[in-house]
């Protein structure tokens, strides 16, 4: 998802590895998830506030009538539901496209080839908390530094423009596995962090 232009994937992935085998096809697939992963996050983005609780609500009736609802993570519940009612495109339909126009989802942001040494933070993932009754969202931002993948929280208040950092928080070397521990936190760690960045 945050990948740019350099080595084909194939090639970065494998050492120059066959089409078709084994690791490469999962390699496909998990790019296929990472893509739609991104896409239902661009959703929660750019949907307005007083639209999410009735979308919940939604969700959480759905998850729960296919015993997936996480109660304690109700985000979790609302991108699996996203995912169910976004029109994506089934992994074939992805795939005739991505190995088609290779060069669009590159530029698109989804592509296949390996970042820079460094970059711009990006953002991948967030979650909603509150503070001293105030309603807030903590955004995890990563970006390659060196060999391994760096991350930090930008925290902003529902309505306004201004933000909040945290230092480097995270170093991983697999970019899943630094969403993951994000996802991981709970909300009093999540208010610890916001805490740690006031003024």
Same mark, same amino acid.
């Given at each position: 998802?945050?990948?740019?232009?350099?080595?084909?994937?194939?090639?970065?992935?494998?050492?120059g590895s066959s089409t078709g085998s084994p690791a490469h096809?999962?390699? %496909?697939?998990?790019?296929?998830?990472?893509?739609?992963?991104?896409?239902?996050?661009? =959703?929660? #983005?750019?949907?307005?506030?007083?639209?999410?609780?009735?979308?919940?609500?939604?969700?959480?009736?759905?998850?729960?009538?296919?015993? *997936?609802?996480?109660? #304690?993570?109700?985000?979790?519940? =609302?991108? =699996?539901?996203?995912?169910?009612?976004?029109?994506?495109?089934?992994?074939?339909?992805?795939?005739?496209?991505? #190995?088609?126009?290779?060069?669009?989802?590159?530029?698109?942001?989804?592509? *296949?080839?390996?970042?820079?040494?460094?970059?711009?933070?990006?953002? *991948?993932?967030?979650?909603? %908390?509150?503070?001293?009754?105030?309603?807030?969202?903590?955004?995890?931002?990563?970006?390659?530094?060196?060999?391994?993948?760096?991350?930090?929280?930008?925290?902003?208040?529902?309505?306004?423009?201004?933000?909040?950092?945290?230092? #480097?928080?995270?170093?991983?070397?697999?970019?899943?596995?630094?969403?993951?521990?994000?996802?991981?936190?709970?909300?009093?760690?999540?208010?610890?962090? %916001?805490?740690?960045?006031?003024?």
């Open positions: 998802m945050l990948d740019t232009v350099g080595t084909p994937v194939d090639r970065l992935d494998h050492g096809s999962a390699a %496909l697939k998990g790019r296929y998830e990472e893509y739609c992963r991104q896409q239902v996050f661009l =959703l929660l #983005e750019i949907i307005p506030r007083e639209v999410v609780r009735p979308l919940y609500r939604r969700a959480r009736t759905w998850a729960t009538e296919r015993g *997936v609802h996480e109660s #304690e993570d109700p985000m979790s519940t =609302l991108r =699996l539901f996203c995912r169910e009612i976004l029109p994506l495109p089934p992994f074939d339909a992805w795939l005739l496209d991505y #190995e088609t126009h290779r060069l669009a989802h590159v530029s698109a942001g989804l592509g *296949v080839l390996p970042l820079p040494e460094s970059m711009e933070p990006v953002a *991948v993932e967030f979650r909603r %908390l509150e503070h001293e009754a105030e309603a807030w969202r903590g955004t995890l931002e990563v970006y390659r530094g060196g060999d391994v993948w760096r991350g930090l929280i930008r925290f902003q208040r529902d309505g306004e423009d201004g933000h909040f950092r945290t230092g #480097e928080i995270f170093r991983e070397d697999d970019l899943q596995d630094l969403r993951d521990r994000f996802i991981s936190f709970t909300a009093p760690n999540l208010r610890s962090f %916001l805490r740690s960045t006031l003024p």
